[in-house]
């Protein structure tokens, strides 16, 4: 299918941000994201990648530029349209024990997005009920942790299993937009590639579109459609995995990928 066809979900128009005493950490980023898609974001450590994440997620303002979210311009929103828009996008960051809270069960845990919401019940479990120990039980066995987990607290479980703990509170309302920032890079290998792969089954079950940001080429590779490369807060090659090899890729991304070889 043309992706051109495909409704644009995520539209980030020429943003601008600086911190106070650091030149600009985001140049000019613009970038689209379409309904259904997987978009990597790489660059090496500092470069901005979670400072945009942060910007699109509306946890820090931006200097200039505009954010557009499924033909809606979101800086002009009201209340209301901001909070749907908030709701439409869920986030997965890297340290899941900081994203948890301790003195909540995971029963709790996993319910806090839902329990925000009018409809309690997520369409992908409507036969579900109205139970939510049976809602939370099932939204655990979506990411392959067992229900019986359900009365544990966050220090009685791994780290593994936390993160899928927060895919699972990601999920559950059903956002069109998950923005991932380094999911896996506080796991060892072999979880790490166990929860690509959970994450992979889940976009293709639930079709949401998500930004993956790693500085892990091989990863955003494997999980993307097509790659933004990010270099001192400015976008400088964009690509569908297919042509990472092409000749015309920006100089960066070849170092980049000679990083790998
Ligand atoms: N709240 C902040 N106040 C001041 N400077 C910040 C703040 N957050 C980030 N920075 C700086 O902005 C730059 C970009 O940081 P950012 O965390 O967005 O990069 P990153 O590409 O996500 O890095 P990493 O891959 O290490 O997470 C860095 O120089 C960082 O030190």
């Not at 901001?82 to 809270?101: D, H, T």
Request: proline share 5%; with cysteine.
């Amino acid at each position: 299918m043309n992706p051109k066809l495909v409704p644009e979900l995520l539209v980030v128009q020429d943003i601008q941000k600086s911190y106070r005493k650091k030149n600009k950490v985001l140049d000019g980023v613009s970038l689209t994201i379409r309904a259904g898609e997987c978009v990597g974001l790489i660059g090496e450590s500092g470069c901005g990648k979670s400072t945009l994440a942060r910007c699109i997620m509306l946890m820090q303002g931006v200097d200039s530029g505009a954010i557009w979210f499924q033909g809606n311009p979101v800086q002009a929103s009201n209340r209301e349209s901001l909070k749907r828009y908030k709701g439409q996008m869920q986030a997965v960051f890297q340290n899941p024990s900081a994203a948890l809270n301790p003195r909540l069960r995971l029963l709790e845990s996993v319910m806090e997005p839902l329990d925000q919401l009018e409809q309690k019940v997520p369409a992908f479990l409507k036969d579900c009920g109205p139970d939510r120990r049976e809602i939370a039980g099932k939204l655990l066995e979506c990411v392959g942790l067992s229900r019986e987990l359900l009365d544990r607290y966050p220090h009685e479980i791994s780290g593994g299993q936390k993160q899928r703990l927060c895919m699972a509170r990601a999920i559950s309302v059903e956002p069109a937009l998950i923005i991932m920032d380094e999911p896996t890079s506080s796991l060892d290998t072999l979880i790490q590639s166990e929860m690509l792969n959970l994450l992979k089954e889940l976009q293709g079950r639930l079709a949401f579109s998500y930004l993956f940001i790693s500085h892990d080429l091989p990863v955003v590779q494997y999980m993307c459609d097509r790659v933004l490369v990010m270099h001192e807060g400015r976008l400088v090659d964009e690509f569908v995995k297919e042509e990472l090899f092409a000749p015309d890729r920006h100089p960066y991304t070849r170092q980049l990928v000679a990083e790998y070889d």
